[in-house]
């Protein structure tokens, strides 16, 4: 393999890798911030209890997020040096936004929430505890910002020309709110508190099923249930909306998601299938017009087609694009109906007897994280071969004396790392999972409960 290709495996790696972090990281923020409200409001230890427990396994994932996130700013020096000249004015604006105005939000409380417990008041400890989470939503805004501006550039212009070419701000604001950013930081958000949530129902469920720590999980579960419904159904409504902004501005990344090669016809939607790029042909399951029916609110309209763009211009691998886009929104509609389901169950007063509805939110912890990634690599590789749409080909943007050799012991290198720290993570999670909520002890909950109230 040549050096593009392994410096783009090398790239996707390390960010998969690192994207299962961050996400969770915010996700399991609200939980804190809501198990701890409801502590502050009720007074009732058990939600004390949740919120100490799951402070715990943020603190695990948010440190394997800083770990795993710092390698991906090296590769941008070593494997795309030609890139991070060239965006280097918009990239760096952004993530000095980042560290100003999230990340010390985040890092500045992070102290307090960990070991502020018993030594500052409670609502002390909660401003921490949402200045945390607050923190968390703000850097994954500035990120996609980031990324969101090479997907539909705006509020540049290019200055230099050849190799010295390079992107240099002119309006702050319209890069900030490029065509696609909203749109994709509401997505990622949802996606992100879907992550956290599901990750409370699953040990949860787990705990209802082995008859442990029964109360306190059955309060965690319906309130990880109502986040966990409210944001799969806002997916929906985000994920068409960002539909129709690649429709708009990526209309190649469009086609390819569905398949669609001819821009004379409606284009289907199809549930399941696979793209023959050469035949140019898709077997599957679809709705006939579908898309073109979500678009233009017309089955018979036409929808541009791969054929419109030369081939050189064209997603590189359209069937794995159309593959990855389908496994999210696939994904995204189980999660609509096991949380639907659920809360039939619980309206009915019988979700904590039906134990095969348990056992599926088990392993649902991994859905969120599925379709997290499976949307990453449609996004990223659907809108191949351009690393800045339509102005900077990912050919064009790679380091010139990187040499394959190099990229790919360092792939091998980060494999083993990587390896080990998911390793150390699972083991970790393992052990806070086992052990579980810690019972209080009374005289330093007492001490708690002191100074949450006045009366005393």
Partial sequence: MDVEILSRIQFAFTIAFHYIFPPLSIGLGLMMVLFEGNYLITKNKKYEQLARFWTKIFAVTFGLGVATGIVMEFEFGTNWATYSRYVGDIFGSALAAEGLFAFALESGFLGILLFGWNRTSPPVHFIATVGVWIGSMFSAVWIVVANSWQQTPTGYHIVGEGMDARAEIVDFWAMVFNPSSVDRVLHVWNGSLLAGAFMVLSVSAWYLLKKRHVESSKSAFKIALMVATTCSLLQLVSG?????????????????????????????????????????????????????????????????????????????????????????????????????????????????????????????????????????????????????????????????????????????????????????????????????????????????????????
């Avoid at 939110?361 to 859905?367: K, R």
């Fill in 240 to 456: 068409h909306s960002s539909a129709e902004v690649v429709a708009e501005h990526q209309p190649a990344k469009l086609a390819a998601m569905e398949g669609h090669f001819d821009s004379s016809k409606p284009a289907d939607l199809y549930l399941f299938g696979w793209v023959n790029r050469e035949a140019q042909k898709v077997t599957g399951l679809a709705i006939p017009g579908g898309t073109s029916f979500l678009l233009h609110q017309n089955f018979d309209a036409p929808v541009t087609g791969l054929n419109d763009f030369a081939r050189e211009d064209q997603p590189d691998a359209v069937n794995a694009v159309f593959q990855f886009y389908h496994i999210m929104v696939s994904i995204g509609m189980i999660l609509i109906a096991l949380t639907l389901c659920a809360c039939f169950y619980l309206w009915r007063g019988k979700l904590f007897q039906t134990r095969w509805l348990l056992w599926v939110f088990v392993p649902s912890v991994l859905f969120p994280q599925i379709a997290n990634q499976a949307g990453w690599f449609a996004a990223e590789m659907g809108r191949q071969p351009w690393v800045v749409y339509n102005l900077l080909r990912t050919s064009d943007a790679l380091s010139k004396s990187v040499q394959a050799g190099q990229v790919l012991f360092s792939i091998i290198l980060f494999g083993i790392v990587y390896f080990i720290l998911f390793l150390l993570f699972i083991y970790l999670l393992n052990k806070k999972i086992q052990h579980g909520p810690e019972e209080l002890d009374t005289d330093t909950s007492d001490m708690y409960t002191d100074k949450l109230s006045p009366a005393k």
